[in-house]
């Protein structure tokens, strides 16, 4: 089975810092995304990557940045937190096509005071 | 870009009743279709994907058929067990990346 780590699992940030949300995969998939999931707008796209060096918008980016410095790994970068973006962060991979099997990790909970 | 529009938010409903979970799309494509499911503190996992017109994949005694005509893939199980309270989430892929969620539904089984 695919193997998705997130790092952290829990975090409290004051707002304007800092947060770096990690990823790791073990499985080589080309793919990886970066969603939150709120209750009653389900799971949004931040953010996605077709490989190392690349990242994409998603349907979501204000405020997020993203960066794929490698295959495994795969981070959302908050420059400056803000209470709205508090939140259950799920990192996911998954191979090229439209067909595939995305694969995610547990998740990050992020709080934001 | 695609979307997914699933009307409940909320369902509950006894044990050994039926399950129709719905699930509809818009997209500019002929997109592949899933759902996936999430159990209380895990992760989200596929349940079962479609691309094909009127063919009814099954897992885990769910089913789902994709009708193109009507941009559906409404998720149905003959009989709810309590295990099966969870999130579910349809889901659309067209471009080979992006996968768009719905915004889930809660199902509750109780006794």
């Known amino acids: 089975e695919a193997a998705v780590t997130q790092s952290p699992r829990n975090k409290v940030a004051v707002t304007g810092g800092k947060v770096t949300l990690s990823c790791n995969q073990t499985n080589n998939h080309n793919n990886m995304y970066w969603y939150r999931q709120d209750t009653g707008h389900g799971l949004r796209l931040i953010h996605y990557s077709y490989g190392a060096g690349s990242t994409e918008k998603g349907d979501i980016p204000d405020g997020y940045k993203a960066s794929r410095p490698s295959q495994e790994n795969f981070s959302l970068i908050l420059e400056l937190a803000t209470p709205s973006q508090t939140s259950v962060y799920f990192c996911a991979s998954g191979e090229q096509g439209a067909n595939t099997e995305v694969f995610f990790g547990k998740g990050t909970r992020l709080t934001v005071v | 870009g695609d979307s997914v529009t699933q009307t409940e938010g909320l369902v509950t409903l006894t044990e050994g009743l039926p399950v129709m979970l719905n699930c509809t799309y818009q997209?500019?494509?002929?997109?592949?279709l899933f759902w996936y499911v999430q159990h209380l503190n895990e992760a989200p996992k596929l349940l079962l994907k479609s691309f094909t017109d009127n063919k009814r994949p099954e897992h885990q005694g769910f089913h789902a058929t994709l009708h193109k005509s009507s941009s559906s893939f409404h998720l149905q199980k003959s009989s709810a067990q309590l295990s099966d309270s969870a999130l579910y989430y349809c889901a659309c892929n067209n471009a080979g990346a992006k996968l768009t969620f719905g915004g889930g539904t809660r199902l509750t089984v109780r006794p």
């Open positions: 997209s500019t494509y002929s997109p592949f």
